[in-house]
């Protein structure tokens, strides 16, 4: 059974930083994109980044470049999302996905999905 269990949420003030970190079990996750959407009440879920597990490609939302990174372990498996610089529209609760194969920005199209983790952003 797969398991993507988030971490690392929380209050920050704007100009700071968090950490998120994903640990994923139940699989080998060799040819899977690992990623990371967020979603508000009053927006659809959308695309933050994402690494691919073999190559260590990385891909950002252009909300998110310069300021986010995403990176990752193999043993034992686990993504994270460091965050810095935030700011107030960043505010909304993260989740890590991962797909089997390539870049895909549609949160439609992921095969697994952890409960997420809230991240608020105060002005």
């Known amino acids: 059974q797969v398991q993507l269990v988030e971490s690392g949420g929380g209050l920050v003030q704007a100009g700071g930083s968090l950490r998120l970190s994903c640990a994923a079990s139940?699989?080998?996750?060799?040819?899977?994109?690992m990623a990371w959407f967020r979603q508000t009440p009053a927006k659809e879920r959308e695309f933050v980044a994402a690494?691919?597990?073999?190559?260590?490609?990385?891909y950002f939302a252009d909300s998110v470049k310069g300021r986010f990174t995403i990176s990752r372990d193999k043993a034992p498996v686990t993504v994270y999302l460091q965050m810095n610089t935030l700011k107030p529209e960043d505010t909304a609760i993260y989740y890590c996905?991962?797909?089997?194969?390539?870049?895909?920005?549609?949160?439609?199209?992921?095969?697994?999905w952890g409960r997420g983790t809230q991240v608020t952003v105060s002005s």
């Open positions: 690494i691919t597990w073999c190559e260590n490609w990385t």
């Open positions: 139940g699989r080998t996750f060799s040819n899977y994109l």
């Open positions: 996905a991962a797909r089997y194969g390539g870049i895909w920005y549609n949160s439609k199209d992921y095969d697994y």
